[in-house]
């Protein structure tokens, strides 16, 4: 049986219509309504932050490195300045595979896989974000024009204009000056975040290190706005950096130079000072080195060539070098004899070729193995005799000798501006208990008195010392800044004067330094032939190695390098000192034959003109007089 034919309901068809159309329309407009809360939530609630956030990815906010300050010798000769170089750096934020960047570079640029390991180093070491790392310094024009050609192969890289400090004046300051080199990662973590972005460079050693602050100035900055790319399409506002300060330093080039030729070429060190100011004139610290090396990173060969060297080109003799002072600081323990009563000027002393301490049967020798006879203060001064000074140093005790070589300087820092310096060592008996576990010997006191044992100082610490004896106890410290824009450098720590109990001693010691340079008898007075001014010196032979009891110093048997140090230490004119100079000549044996001559050359350049004449402000001539009382 046929079923029979279902009629199609259209009002039902179009009810089921009706409602599809009805819940699509809901869905639609929820989702438009989801679709405009979403849009004001952005627009009109976050718009701070988007606009913003939108502002920064358009604007950044770019440092501008302050110029470095200058550094002068005191007649106005650049000896630190600042040239243009154009380096490449590179930003990884914006590189992407910056390791793949690195390789396009050394394929441009026809570079060697040693330069490229130098630039991942570069690259990794501690920096902030977005902040351009120089990977590249002083590119040449044809290597500048590759980058160019292939700039769409190297984001986030750049070629940038920079000034580079350069010395122009080489090896001559390498010492005092001291050098800059790229910020490492201990150092990046103790500066100032602000003050140096942009900064690459800091100053590593000398008065570049020393006046870091002043000679960097103060960042600037700039608003640019970039594309997408980053590179820069405008400049928004500018904040002008402020420029390190310039500094005149008291040291002259041409005594620089003349200290250089007087020691010729031989291992030692240098430093001449104005007793009244404190001022350095000359700092010479030989074998020496190009600074330039380190401004824009050393090669490991050229740096392991420095460092390996056997004459220590990187050694600063001056600050760093520690010797036994040898009878340089005899002037010094002749004042605290005086000065604490122990001697006078007339007491004598009988010196058959050595020294004996009561119920001791070792004989402490005196370099004149014959002996002087009975000896005062004037002869042993001017013979530099051992025995005199065994003697007194013994009757003075190791604790009064402390005390007043620290007053002298010996054992402690003495400069102003040098932080490199070495304090040395003046001992004591609680220096010897704490490091060495022991009681003081008596024997240890007497040779303490010719400068040799446990004390070691340096060259600057033995100018100052004889500065102190020239300027009869007024303290200077030595310094290197002459002016900062102008205004001189302040001691905020003084050292106190050396007060005697009677002034007319430090008159009597430079009487006695004088007959060492005029003296028919001076051990130095070769060095003084000839001289249109009174010089007060004291020449010291420094012990490299020992010699056994009873032997004799023979050259012959010992090797070069161990051979005695030769020191000189004088001041002229006499009468009214204007310059103090030290010497240390390694290896050199002789204070009197070797240093002393290089102390005479470094003063004649100083206190003689063009011609060979006594400057009329140094005028203090030997007399006829003068020279019949050193007869």
């Known amino acids: 049986m046929s079923q029979p034919i279902r009629i199609k309901d259209h009002e039902k068809d179009a009810r089921l219509v009706r409602s599809r159309v009805v819940f699509g329309a809901i869905v639609i407009v929820m989702l438009i309504g989801v679709l405009i809360a979403r849009l004001y939530y952005l627009q009109v609630i976050q718009y701070e932050y988007h606009s913003t956030l939108s502002e920064n990815n358009r604007v950044h906010v770019q440092p501008i490195p302050p110029t470095r300050g200058l550094i002068f010798d005191r007649n106005g000769v650049v000896v630190a300045d600042n040239r243009p170089s154009f380096s490449l750096s590179m930003t990884r934020e914006r590189s992407g595979d910056w390791?793949?960047?690195?390789?396009?570079?050394?394929?441009?640029?026809?570079?060697?896989?040693?330069?490229?390991?130098?630039?991942?180093?570069?690259?990794?070491?501690?920096?902030?974000?977005?902040e351009p790392v120089p990977i590249l310094f002083e590119l040449t024009e044809e290597q500048i024009a590759r980058i160019a050609v292939n700039q769409f192969r190297l984001p986030g890289v750049e070629v940038v204009a920079q000034l580079v400090r350069h010395y122009p004046q080489g090896a001559h300051f390498a010492h005092s000056v001291g050098y800059m080199g790229r910020i490492n990662e201990k150092e990046l973590k103790s500066l100032d975040p602000v003050n140096y972005s942009g900064t690459h460079h800091?100053?590593?050693?000398?008065?570049?290190?020393?006046?870091?602050?002043?000679?960097?100035?103060?960042?600037g900055y700039e608003e640019v706005e970039t594309n997408a790319r980053g590179r820069v399409l405008r400049v928004l506002k500018r904040t002008d950096p402020i420029p390190g300060k310039d500094i005149v330093l008291s040291l002259d080039i041409k005594l620089q130079e003349a200290a250089e030729a007087a020691l010729g070429g031989r291992r030692g060190a240098v430093v001449a000072l104005d007793p009244k100011t404190g001022e350095v004139l000359a700092?010479?610290?030989?074998?020496?080195?190009?600074?330039?090396?380190f401004v824009t990173g050393i090669s490991f060969k050229a740096y392991a060539e420095l460092r390996d060297s056997i004459d220590r080109p990187l050694f600063n003799r001056v600050l760093r070098g520690l010797y036994p002072p040898g009878s340089t600081i005899k002037p010094a323990v002749a004042i605290a004899?005086?000065?604490?009563?122990?001697?006078?000027?007339?007491?004598?002393?009988?010196?058959?070729?050595?020294?004996?301490?009561?119920?001791?049967?070792?004989?402490?020798?005196?370099?004149?193995r014959t002996?002087?006879?009975?000896?005062?203060?004037?002869?042993?001064?001017?013979?530099?005799?051992?025995?005199?000074?065994?003697?007194?140093?013994?009757?003075?005790?190791?604790?009064?000798?402390?005390?007043?070589?620290?007053?002298?300087?010996?054992?402690q820092k003495v400069s102003l501006d040098m932080f490199e310096e070495s304090p040395g060592l003046m001992p004591s008996r609680e220096w010897k208990r704490a490091t060495r576990k022991q009681a003081w010997f008596p024997g240890e006191t007497l040779i303490l008195g010719i400068g040799q044992g446990y004390m070691q100082s340096t060259p600057l610490q033995l100018a100052q010392a004889t500065a102190l004896v020239a300027n009869k106890g007024i303290w200077n410290r030595p310094h290197l800044a002459k002016s900062l824009d102008g205004v001189k450098p302040v001691d905020e720590n003084p050292m106190p004067n050396i007060v005697l109990r009677d002034p007319s001693d430090w008159n009597k010691v430079n009487h006695g330094m004088q007959q060492v340079m005029h003296g028919a008898r001076g051990t130095a007075r070769k060095a003084a032939i000839g001289?249109?001014?009174?010089?007060?010196?004291?020449?010291?032979?420094?012990q490299v190695v020992a010699i056994k009891q009873g032997e004799k110093y023979d050259r012959s048997k010992v090797?070069?390098?161990?051979?005695?140090?030769?020191?000189?230490?004088?001041?002229?004119?006499?009468?009214?000192?204007?310059?103090?100079?030290?010497?240390?000549v390694e290896n050199g044996e002789s204070g009197s034959g070797v240093a002393a001559p290089v102390v005479r050359q470094i003063m004649d350049a100083w206190l003689l003109d063009k011609d060979g004449h006594l400057k009329a402000e140094y005028a203090s001539p030997i007399t006829a007089e003068a020279s019949a009382r050193d007869e």
């Not at 050394?106 to 896989?113: I, N």
């Open 371 to 411: 002996g002087d006879g009975f000896v005062d203060l004037d002869t042993a001064i001017m013979r530099s005799n051992d025995t005199y000074f065994y003697d007194l140093a013994h009757k003075l005790g190791i604790d009064r000798l402390s005390i007043y070589m620290n007053k002298f300087g010996i054992g």
């Open 531 to 542: 001289a249109q001014y009174r010089i007060a010196g004291k020449s010291g032979t420094a």
């Open 99 to 130: 390791q793949q960047v690195l390789d396009v570079i050394v394929e441009v640029l026809e570079l060697t896989p040693e330069d490229r390991v130098i630039f991942e180093k570069r690259m990794r070491q501690g920096r902030r974000p977005f």
């Open 202 to 219: 800091i100053g590593k050693t000398g008065i570049e290190r020393f006046y870091e602050p002043e000679l960097h100035g103060q960042v």
């Open 283 to 293: 700092m010479v610290s030989q074998p020496s080195f190009d600074p330039n090396l």
């Open 337 to 368: 004899g005086l000065d604490a009563g122990v001697v006078t000027a007339s007491s004598r002393v009988f010196d058959p070729g050595y020294y004996m301490l009561p119920n001791y049967d070792h004989k402490y020798r005196n370099w004149n």
């Open 559 to 584: 090797q070069e390098r161990h051979r005695d140090h030769a020191l000189f230490v004088g001041f002229a004119p006499a009468d009214d000192p204007k310059i103090v100079v030290s010497v240390m």
